[in-house]
């Protein structure tokens, strides 16, 4: 009996938007309704790609390295954790994802989408998230609380106009892939936020069981 693919969710959103608050949430969630779960996280998700995430974290790099290594770690990650689960019917939770990247290097660091975009075919041409929660903040919120958590990486030291043009890159992706992406207002609270979440996890789950799309 051939087994049903998995299903590809990914969360998006700026530093300090809180989706990370929710990942093992939305990992219980689906456990709780019999599906087999992986979560994982990019850059990481596994042992090269958690020395490229320490590397791309803290060392000063060129552009092109950066956006390079995400690619490299992602490549290891796809290929090695994703794919795998997904064949083997497992659903993936996944703490960013290639949308970070448009957003990130493409609009924060303004290389654009071009280059992003060849690198994306290259690597996972076949592969896309079935849906990405983006997790949206106004930036002053965002900073606000990254400042009462931990200390700052070389991404979230950056200046308030990077991180505008990344959420911006952010809605423009989310206004690309209306069908994938849904956005989250991450300024209502945990709860508001959870049952939001919890009505369209259902519909996704009763989606992917009717074979149909996200």
Not at 1 to 12: A, S, Y
Request: some cysteine; glycine content about 8%; overall charge neutral.
């Amino acid at each position: 009996m051939q087994v049903q693919r998995g299903c590809f969710i990914t969360l998006e959103g700026l530093d300090g938007a809180g989706k990370s608050t929710h990942v093992q949430w939305i990992v219980d969630q689906l456990q709780s309704r019999g599906l087999p779960v992986v979560s994982t996280r990019e850059p990481g998700g596994t042992m090269l790609g958690e020395q490229l995430r320490q590397c791309v974290l803290t060392q000063p790099m060129n552009l092109k390295t950066e956006t390079l290594l995400m690619f490299a770690g992602r490549c290891e990650h796809i290929e090695t954790v994703i794919k795998p689960a997904l064949n083997a019917g497992r659903w993936v939770v996944c703490d960013r994802f290639t949308d970070a990247t448009y957003a990130y290097q493409g609009g924060g660091r303004q290389l654009g989408e071009k280059s992003i975009n060849c690198l994306e075919q290259w690597v996972h041409a076949d592969l896309q998230p079935d849906r990405t929660w983006l997790f949206d903040i106004p930036l002053a919120v965002a900073r606000e609380r990254l400042g009462r958590t931990r200390e700052l990486d070389r991404f979230e030291q950056e200046g308030d106009a990077f991180f505008e043009r990344t959420r911006y890159a952010y809605h423009e992706r989310a206004r690309q892939h209306p069908q994938r992406m849904r956005i989250i207002d991450s300024t209502e609270s945990i709860a508001a936020v959870r049952r939001t979440l919890v009505a369209q996890l259902d519909d996704l789950v009763l989606a992917h069981q009717n074979g149909g799309g996200a």
